[in-house]
């Protein structure tokens, strides 16, 4: 398509004041060649809409509006098919630069040669569309309370469900409880679960398909294409079952954690977990002993019966307190006479459930007590006998009781997380060892790693494995600070107490949440549209394959499972699973991926656009490849505060560090420049990449700039690679004006003027 462009400088919000307006429009006109600039008194929604009105009358297919940042519009107010391009000379440059100096208008002007320059060498963009039609039917996978609230919310809003349950009913564990923790207010009295009337109305909603005793075989293909396969769970040869989705809700659940060995859980038949006490009260509506089915008037709880061993399971489940509490009712409600004894390290009630405490509290039969339980012995009359250690006086205590119940913690039912990480990591030696017999080892161990224990939930046919990447508890692994439901694999949405621990209330409105992404993911995909971060987005990757060495970097790299491959290592692309990170674009050292609006030659045509000044005139370039979710917002925020910072900065955002090519570093000193910084979202345990992976990806290919740089004789202080959450905007001018004083040690770039 021909270019068509309009360019828009404002001269409101003081830039008039601080710029030569005449020498922008003259750079974008004589030096640029374009011949259509014309100046605006605002970027408000009036000025704009004339703007618009202009746009369609001229035709323009790109256009550059340099006023205000990019974050003060609504793209959607933008016509379809048209590029539009925002220079945020308000924020970037005036607020942050002094006016009517020569340096800060050198700033404006290579920003409009850079982003005029960006406009000439992309493509507009046009949606995906598979060969095939997009499927809106969405796979719920788990028949408890997470699964049939977001299948009946999901089938209540028009969509089609199909409910996939491996056992023989519908209700997952709230399915065996007696009664709820009170959900309303006053947070006094134990409710009904309202589980029979949940199923009942799964089992009459048109729209939904249940299948029990099924699990899924294997699900391939992405988002609006999904194939599942369906197979018995029990092995009792039912047939399999075939279908298509277009996105995927996995709602499986949790699953007890067994008890510490220094507890006697097993050893003495009176001591059960808390979801065998809520079994038995379901089934029989009384409490009784194991060892002789006598009734019971004397029962310990005992709080973090596998927590507080961090080698055994060391994160808080949430919502055991809440149950010991609930399940001292029982007995209590069973008979007035009895005793229910509650030891605990701390004891969680968040929320209004801190009224349902107090109510217990106010009861006289039960009684609680900071301590830890060391010792439990049976007696000779049947009795079992705690010791109580570290209790609140200071001495240890004992108590005698007919029943211990432990307050076993809630693991998901999901990937093992440790397992994952090894699998993952030898799937990588297996590529990247120096000699044969570590990769041939580290071959050996991705074959046995891949059948491992917790691997068989979902089932993907993706390369990258089976199962959703999880954490180190097993949980799914997300973007979990902004994108919760978000897991690693596009279209496919963890709800429930998979994702983290959480009572049935909880539970319901991360099903709603859930069902609402996955609703979300077949219209955008429909449209040829990214999900989060980049939603809306209608780029997608392209491979020009006759130049691929099939080095598998990109596929494993991936933070999103987007690519499989062949048998020979060729990249396979899935379109709708990308999020359009560009990490593979950054991984490839052949440099054949690309997006229409985002690839090598748009950021190279950018970098070569400024004008870098003689040796002798002393101002140094600098370039800030920022990334656009932290990094580069951080600038608005160091603008809107007048912040001041280094003249000689040049700043390009990119969609995620991770797909920073190391080709942009060596044009960028290739063309004069000084130094060049690289600035990503933070990572780590408590990471916010919004591309999960990208900002340690780049980081890790820090030894590749730094061979680079050798290369051309460059000392490698001159790259600096940063992390940045937003909030540390002020942080920025610091970064900036560190790498100035390196290269004020090491002199100018020798290429410069070469």
């Known amino acids: ?94 607020w942050c630069q002094p006016p009517n100096e020569e340096d800060t208008l050198m700033m404006a002007t290579d920003y409009i040669r850079m982003y005029i320059a960006k406009l000439k060498k992309m493509e507009v963009p046009e949606p995906f569309q598979p060969d095939e039609p997009i499927d809106k039917t969405l796979l719920v996978v788990g028949g408890g309370v997470t699964g049939m609230t977001a299948a009946l919310n999901a089938a209540k809003a028009g969509y089609s469900v199909k409910l996939v349950e491996k056992s023989n009913r519908l209700g997952g564990w709230l399915g065996k409880q007696y009664k709820s923790i009170p959900t309303q207010a006053p947070f006094r009295e134990l409710e009904d679960t309202g589980i029979d009337a949940m199923i009942s109305d799964v089992e009459t909603q048109a729209n939904i398909e249940t299948f029990v005793s099924m699990k899924t075989a294997s699900i391939e293909g992405a988002p609006g294409l999904f194939d599942v396969t369906l197979a018995s769970a029990n092995g009792n040869g039912s047939g399999e079952k075939k279908f298509r989705v277009g996105a995927i809700i996995q709602a499986t659940g949790w699953e007890p954690v067994d008890p510490r060995e220094t507890l006697p859980y097993g050893k003495l038949d009176d001591v059960i977990r808390n979801v065998e006490y809520e079994e038995m009260m379901n089934s029989t509506g009384k409490v009784t002993r194991p060892s002789d089915g006598r009734e019971v008037s004397r029962v310990a709880f005992i709080q973090c019966g596998g927590n507080r061993d961090k080698t055994h399971h060391s994160f808080c489940s949430s919502i055991c307190c809440l149950t010991s509490l609930k399940q001292a009712m029982y007995l209590r409600e069973q008979n007035k006479e009895a005793k229910a004894y509650i030891f605990y390290e701390f004891l969680r009630t968040p929320g209004h459930y801190e009224d349902f405490y107090r109510r217990v509290q106010d009861d006289p039969g039960v009684f609680l007590t900071k301590g830890d339980v060391v010792e439990v012995e049976r007696q000779d009359n049947g009795d079992l006998l705690l010791t109580i250690d570290n209790t609140m006086p200071g001495k240890k205590i004992q108590v005698a009781v007919d029943l211990i119940v432990l307050a076993a913690g809630m693991k998901p039912n999901a990937a093992d997380g440790e397992a994952i990480r090894k699998y993952n990591d030898a799937k990588v030696a297996a590529v990247k060892s120096d000699s044969d017999k570590q990769k041939q080892d580290a071959a050996k161990l991705v074959e046995e790693l891949k059948q491992h224990e917790g691997r068989e939930i979902l089932n993907l046919k993706y390369r990258q494995g089976p199962d959703l990447p999880a954490l180190q508890y097993g949980f799914p692994d997300s973007h979990f600070i902004c994108f919760p439901y978000e897991t690693r694999r596009t279209g496919i949405y963890a709800a429930g107490s998979v994702r983290q621990p959480m009572d ?206 050798q290369q051309m004789a460059m000392e490698d202080q001159r790259v600096e690679i940063h992390q940045l959450q937003i909030s540390d905007y002020e942080k920025l001018p610091e970064i900036f004006d560190s790498l100035q004083k390196v290269i004020d040690e090491f002199g100018m770039n020798p290429f410069k003027g070469m």
């Open 504 to 709: 049935g209330m909880a539970s319901r409105e991360d099903a709603t949440g859930a069902a609402l992404k996955a609703i979300q993911c077949v219209e955008m995909t429909s449209r040829g549209e990214a999900v989060h971060p980049r939603a809306g987005d209608t780029s997608y990757p392209e491979f020009f394959l006759q130049k691929c060495t099939q080095c598998k970097r990109c596929t494993e790299e991936c933070p999103f499972g987007v690519l499989n491959e062949d048998e020979k290592g060729t990249p396979l692309l899935r379109a709708t699973r990308c999020r359009r990170c560009g990490v593979c674009l950054g991984a490839c050292p052949e440099r054949i991926v690309s997006f229409k609006d985002y690839s090598i030659s748009v950021i190279t045509n950018m970098i070569k656009a400024v004008e870098v000044p003689d040796e002798d005139e002393e101002k140094p370039r600098i370039l800030a490849l920022l990334c656009e979710n932290d990094a580069f917002p951080a600038m608005d925020l160091l603008g809107q505060n007048r912040i001041r910072y280094n003249p000689f900065i040049r700043i390009i955002p990119v969609r995620c560090l991770g797909s920073v090519n190391i080709i942009w570093v060596s044009e960028a000193f290739s063309a004069g420049y000084d130094g060049v910084i690289l600035i990503g979202c933070k990572y780590g345990d408590d990471y916010q990449c919004h591309f999960i992976k990208g900002s340690e990806l780049a980081d890790s290919r820090g030894e590749n700039i730094r061979e680079k740089l």
């Open 1 to 94: 398509m021909d270019n068509k462009i309009g360019v828009y400088i404002c001269n409101g919000y003081g830039i008039a004041e601080a710029l030569d307006i005449d020498e922008l429009r003259k750079v974008v006109i004589d030096e640029c060649e374009v011949p259509f600039c014309k100046i605006i008194p605002s970027c408000e929604p009036a000025d704009i809409a004339k703007v618009i009105a202009e746009i369609k009358a001229e035709g323009f297919n790109k256009v550059l509006i340099a006023g205000v940042s990019a974050r003060n519009y609504d793209d959607k107010i933008f016509p379809k098919g048209v590029q539009v391009e925002k220079l945020a000379l308000r924020e970037h440059v005036v």
